[in-house]
């Protein structure tokens, strides 16, 4: 392989020691060999590409090694897998290996170790920075790359823009985009959230009021229409206007003109109005919740913002967009694994571009400075696990047997529940028919059919599907394998 630089093996077993070493020296590879008694700093200090963890005889200095791993976390760890226990804990533990190694398993566990120091990681393009425009709408997909155009388009114009999509898409950054490099970019930006303002404000806070125009109005108050004026008004959550508010917003939109709360003074509108909504106004016209002539008013120039699972192949620019704000604003720099990155790419997104933010910048606080890798994820976005990187195997005689036990066994404990508590299944035979049944072809239904139940419980994650019927990922694989089933449980 030739892939890393030297690959530290501890192994306080002498002759399995020797093997690990005729293995490396066999694929290609620079190693050290030491065992716990010979460790020391130097050692350390050599071990750029790997660390081999092996037999450890002594509780004690496998305690000593651990600590060691933690202060090196840079350095990728494979080991056996009677240490996963005490590893799992650590950034940097990559796999573990099972017993007997074998070419296959070994070059995969050295390629995870090659991805975690970013050898082979996800190639993450960089975007010029000389066109400020869209420094805030990274990416790369077609989706993203058809609201860039449309914002092009419709910046240098003053017709109204009505921007939809899901909460946290970005719709703000959008109207942002549109004023800053619009004629009126130099004069103000002005945001108003139409939801959370109470009813009875919101006339005020949009067109201001006079001294005295009702009780607590000691003196008189600019609305956000007149601080906006020459520039920009952001009319944000707009499907949360009441009806009211809304005959009055469309006045201003006709007439360009309005008057404060209390006065009788007309004040020209020198604004361009852009609104936005993560509601279906269609919708909202049709229960005669939304006024369909300040639909079309406000719908001149529509825009849809995707959402972040329908631009997936944006997530790693995003990723290195909000590190570099967060380490601009002072803070500490994490650094993903390209597992890690994968994972968040399975995931849905329900809070979109705001979701993953919140998150970078969580593992930001966790892990400053740090490798993180899938397992220093949130439960919720792990959609893989620490790989075990196990020989290759082949079904014996033996092992169907096993599995027959091991499928009977779970027959005949399923006897002891009454029928309505038996899960998935409904009322049992009471006992074997005259003719005689194919137990083999049985207890292989039964096992096929846990299983379809357990991917469809966990969304096709192998892994959690495994942790569901209490076997290891690798068995689940190879009964899925055996059985011709995919992710979803389909033959």
């Not at 892939?3 to 620079?30: C, N, S």
């Not at 036990?405 to 002891?416: G, T």
């Not at 299944?425 to 059919?449: C, T």
């Amino acid at each position: 392989m030739q892939g890393l630089a030297k690959i530290l093996v501890i192994e306080d077993d002498e002759k399995f020691r020797h093997d690990l070493g005729v293995i490396l020296e066999f694929i290609g590879e620079q190693y050290l060999l030491c065992s716990t008694t010979e460790l020391n700093e130097m050692h350390w200090k050599q071990a750029e590409g790997a660390c081999f963890l092996g037999n450890i005889h002594s509780p004690q200095r496998l305690s000593q090694v651990l600590e060691n791993l933690a202060i090196n976390n840079h350095i990728p760890v494979i080991a056996l897998s009677k240490h996963k226990t005490e590893l799992s804990g650590l950034a940097n533990f990559v796999g573990e290996l099972e017993l007997p190694l074998n070419y296959p398993q070994l070059a995969d566990a050295l390629r995870h170790c090659q991805e975690f120091l970013g050898k082979n990681s996800i190639n993450i393009p960089q975007l010029s920075r000389k066109n400020t425009l869209f420094r805030s709408m990274v990416g790369r997909s077609d989706a993203i790359s058809d609201v860039r155009h449309l914002i092009e388009q419709v910046a240098g114009t003053e017709a109204s823009v009505l921007i939809l999509g899901e909460s946290g898409t970005g719709k703000e950054v959008v109207a942002r985009n549109i004023h800053y490099h619009s004629n009126r970019g130099k004069g103000p930006f002005v945001p108003v959230n139409c939801g959370a303002i109470p009813p009875e404000l919101l006339e005020s806070e949009l067109f201001g009021h006079e001294k005295g125009a009702f009780t607590g109005a000691i003196s008189a108050r600019k609305g956000r229409f007149e601080l906006a004026e020459g520039g920009t008004l952001f009319l944000d959550e707009i499907g949360d206007m009441p009806q009211p508010m809304q005959v009055k917003l469309l006045r201003v939109l006709q007439e360009r003109n309005f008057e404060r709360v209390g006065g009788n003074k007309t004040i020209q509108a020198n604004v361009r109005v852009v609104a936005a909504t993560h509601r279906n106004l269609d919708t909202m016209i049709q229960e005669g919740s939304f006024r369909e002539d300040l639909f079309y008013r406000l719908n001149v120039f529509p825009i849809e913002m995707p959402a972040l699972r329908e631009r997936i192949e944006d997530i790693p620019l995003l990723i290195q967009e909000l590190m570099a704000r967060l380490e601009a604003e002072g803070g500490n720099m994490v650094h993903l694994t390209p597992r890690a990155i994968t994972s968040l790419m399975e995931h849905e997104w329900p809070g979109n571009v705001r979701e993953l933010a919140n998150l970078i910048e969580r593992l930001v606080i966790l892990h400053p400075s740090q490798m993180v890798d899938v397992n220093r994820l949130p439960k919720k976005y792990r959609y893989s696990d620490i790989p075990e990187f196990q020989p290759e195997m082949h079904c014996s005689f033996e092992d169907n047997e096993e599995l027959e036990r091991d499928a009977l066994s779970a027959v005949f404990a399923m006897d002891d529940l009454d029928d309505e508590e038996q899960p998935g299944f409904g009322p049992q035979p009471s006992g074997l028919p005259p003719e005689g049944v194919d137990l083999k072809a049985m207890l292989a239904d039964l096992e096929v059919d846990m299983i379809r139940q357990a991917l469809e419980a966990q969304m096709g994650i192998v892994a959690r599907a495994a942790d569901m019927l209490g076997m290891r990922r690798t068995t689940l694989v190879e009964k899925m394998r055996k059985y011709g089933l995919n992710k979803e449980g389909i033959v």
